[in-house]
């Protein structure tokens, strides 16, 4: 099971880093992905972490400003965003995959329940 924790509000060109917690086994197993959804919008890759945590994958829209790290001691996946936008704002989700090679929701599970991210302009 997944947790998000570490959302709220910031003003525009300000930095957040949520949190992914993790429970259960096998943890090392996954790629962990973020997803983001602003409201009226469909679910959106933002990036995602490999199981070593040797590679990441991040949607254009934020390289350069968010980075994905990830703490396999502590069953841990964060989210470092920087010089955040208005357009940021949205509804903040981690998730497991087989690989990180993905960025389609359908191949992700275990949901969390999201992290509210407001970002005021």
């Known amino acids: 099971r997944l947790a998000e924790s570490g959302g709220g509000l910031v003003q525009a060109g300000g930095s957040l880093r949520l949190s992914c917690a993790a429970t259960?086994?096998?943890?090392?197993?996954?790629?962990i992905g973020w997803f983001r959804r602003a409201p009226g919008k469909e679910r959106e890759f933002v990036g995602v972490?490999?199981?070593?945590?040797?590679?990441?994958n991040l949607a254009d829209s934020v390289k350069g400003r968010f980075t994905i790290s990830r703490d396999n001691d502590k069953n841990m996946v964060y989210l470092q965003m920087n010089n955040l936008k208005s357009e940021d704002t949205a509804v903040y989700y981690c998730?497991?995959?087989?690989?990180?090679?993905?960025?389609?929701?359908?191949?992700?599970?275990?949901w969390g329940q999201g992290t509210q991210v407001t970002v005021s302009s």
């Open positions: 972490i490999a199981r070593s945590g040797d590679a990441t």
């Open positions: 998730a497991k995959a087989a690989t990180y090679r993905t960025a389609q929701v359908r191949h992700y599970d275990s």
């Open positions: 259960g086994r096998f943890f090392t197993s996954y790629a």
